[in-house]
């Protein structure tokens, strides 16, 4: 029963009906990882997705001296590597646990099955793909256009967003994590961090940070300088 609660509730799976959500279940196989543990490697084959049931997953690439760029965090509830389901071939990134995870495991050739008897699979399928090409659109805009000081506003101004419009956000992952993923390093970070605090933009406490100047952090994020 746990397993169908969850199935309902993610939107990829949105609109079945109970048999389908039944056959759904039937293909799914549960996967736990350790903190830090590998979920798979940039090259391995792409023999299906997987959706975030507990913990939080990163999705990264190396580059050839060794270097980490983060292009995602998922969180429960989100989908990754979809696009071994159409392509067939190995998975582009690597994908590791960043904590103590559960993800479902749902392979290619069974979904493809699923999908040609409901359509309305592969139109959430073409929605998530669109919105994980939305964002990395945006990641690339960032880390071409913007200064790092701007990277940062945004960052925290999506927090905002995502965490219900909340001047007060939590930072999901550390800040080596959050530095990869905003294409810096920590101890350009916490310069920016405490910068920001400085000119009154935020006020920060671990991992908690308070908007205090949310049309100055605002102005950052579109470019103005630091």
């Known amino acids: 029963m746990e397993l169908m609660s969850f199935l309902k509730q993610v939107p ?30 940039e090259g391995d084959p792409g023999t299906g997705f997987y959706v975030v049931m507990e ?34 071939s190995t998975f582009p990134a690597h994908a590791l646990a960043l904590e103590k995870s559960r993800a479902l495991f749902i392979p290619r050739r069974a979904f493809i099955d699923l999908i040609q008897t409901n359509p309305a699979l592969a ?7 669109s919105m994980r090409l939305k964002k990395f659109a945006h990641l690339i805009e960032d880390l071409s256009l913007k200064e790092v000081p701007g990277r940062v506003a945004a960052h925290l101004l999506f927090l905002s ?17 959050l530095a990869s993923l905003l294409g810096t390093i920590p101890e350009t970070l916490s310069r920016i961090l405490t910068k920001l605090s400085k000119q009154g933009l935020i006020s920060s406490e671990g991992a908690q940070i308070t908007i205090l100047d949310r049309d100055g952090l605002e102005d950052l994020a579109m470019g103005e300088k630091l």
């Open 55 to 88: 913990g939080l997953v990163k999705i990264y690439k190396l580059s050839m001296e060794g270097k980490e760029q983060i292009l995602h965090i998922f969180g429960p509830g989100e989908p990754f590597a979809e696009a071994a389901v159409f392509m067939g």
């Open 123 to 129: 139109m959430n399928m073409l929605a998530a793909l």
């Open 161 to 177: 967003t995502q965490q219900g419009d909340s001047d007060t956000v939590k930072l999901n992952i550390g800040k080596a994590q």
């Open 12 to 41: 990829l799976f949105a609109g079945l009906t109970a048999e389908q959500y039944d056959e759904l279940a039937m293909i799914i196989t549960l996967q736990d990882y350790g903190r830090s543990q590998s979920i798979f490697a």
